[in-house]
């Protein structure tokens, strides 16, 4: 006789085994079509979200493309190209800078000491023609030459030397006890220069006058004389000269 299913004597429920084996396999079966439901949603639903494409953004003419080699402005205004070697602000130069020595100028030769020489009128190295000596205590070496002027006496100093020529200060020592009187002197036979020679108060005080002429290297001559008047009296000349 089949087993019986239903509430036992001690209240629990009770199946039998062949209803017991239906139970089974109807679980069973719905194990399996749940598991092949699944299966065919995931063949339906593609690939992985790896393999999917993802939303795809388009650069409108707003935002175009930025170009590598094109200079993109920076802040402050400063230009930055990218990619470009040429282009690159160069690097501070390490070496140091070139500095040429001044030039240097030979140093100018001096300029030769001034010579400062004194020549008597009286000398006998002076060329004297029809004049006069005369004694003047107040004169250099207690002598003067007169009788010079009104076409008559001329006096030649001789041997006025200059190592290098140039301007020449020739300081001239007079007497005249009388009002002025006029003078000429002639340099080496140029063309003669009239002096006008103040009065000094009489016939033994020496006064001096002073004029630059130009001398050539070597001896030089200064004549005085005077054509149309009498000229004063000569006590010497002192010469300055390079």
Same mark, same amino acid.
């Given at each position: 006789?089949?087993?019986?299913?239903?509430?036992?004597?001690?209240?629990?429920?009770?199946?039998?085994?062949?209803?017991?084996?239906?139970?089974?396999?109807?679980?069973?079966?719905?194990?399996?079509?749940?598991?092949?439901?699944?299966?065919?949603?995931?063949?339906?639903?593609?690939?992985?979200?790896?393999?999917?494409?993802?939303?795809?953004?388009?650069?409108?003419?707003?935002?175009?493309?930025?170009?590598?080699?094109?200079? @993109?402005?920076?802040?402050? +205004?400063?230009?930055? %190209?990218? =990619?470009?070697? #040429? &282009?690159?602000?160069? !690097?501070?130069?390490?070496?140091?800078?070139?500095?040429?020595?001044?030039?240097?100028?030979?140093?100018?030769?001096?300029?030769?000491?001034?010579?400062v020489r004194?020549?008597?009128?009286?000398?006998?190295?002076?060329?004297?023609?029809?004049?006069?000596i005369f004694?003047?205590?107040?004169?250099?070496?207690?002598?003067?030459?007169g009788n010079?002027?009104?076409?008559?006496? @001329?006096?030649?100093?001789? +041997?006025?030397?200059? %190592?290098? =020529?140039?301007? #020449? &200060?020739?300081?001239? !020592?007079?007497?005249?006890?009388?009002?002025?009187?006029?003078?000429?002197?002639?340099?080496?036979?140029?063309?003669?220069?009239?002096?006008?020679?103040?009065?000094?108060?009489?016939?033994?005080?020496?006064?001096?006058?002073?004029?630059?002429?130009?001398?050539?290297?070597?001896?030089?001559?200064?004549?005085?004389?005077?054509?149309?008047?009498?000229?004063?009296?000569?006590?010497?000349?002192?010469?300055?000269?390079?």
């Open positions: 006789m089949s087993p019986r299913h239903g509430s036992g004597p001690d209240g629990m429920w009770r199946i039998g085994p062949i209803r017991l084996l239906a139970v089974v396999g109807v679980g069973y079966l719905i194990i399996v079509l749940t598991l092949a439901v699944m299966n065919v949603d995931l063949g339906l639903g593609g690939s992985p979200a790896a393999d999917r494409p993802g939303p795809t953004t388009h650069l409108g003419p707003a935002f175009p493309t930025p170009d590598p080699a094109t200079a @993109t402005p920076a802040e402050g +205004g400063r230009e930055v %190209r990218v =990619g470009s070697v #040429a &282009t690159r602000p160069a !690097a501070p130069s390490t070496a140091p800078p070139t500095t040429r020595p001044p030039a240097t100028r030979p140093p100018a030769a001096p300029a030769a000491p001034m010579v004194s020549y008597e009128a009286e000398s006998a190295e002076n060329g004297l023609d029809n004049i006069r004694d003047c205590p107040g004169c250099s070496g207690g002598k003067k030459v010079i002027g009104r076409d008559m006496g @001329t006096l030649q100093f001789n +041997g006025l030397t200059a %190592r290098t =020529g140039g301007s #020449a &200060t020739v300081t001239i !020592a007079y007497v005249n006890g009388e009002s002025p009187r006029v003078g000429q002197i002639s340099v080496n036979g140029a063309a003669p220069i009239t002096l006008t020679f103040p009065g000094t108060g009489g016939w033994s005080s020496v006064g001096t006058m002073v004029v630059t002429v130009p001398l050539r290297p070597g001896p030089n001559t200064l004549k005085m004389f005077n054509p149309d008047a009498p000229a004063p009296d000569f006590d010497k000349i002192t010469v300055a000269v390079r």
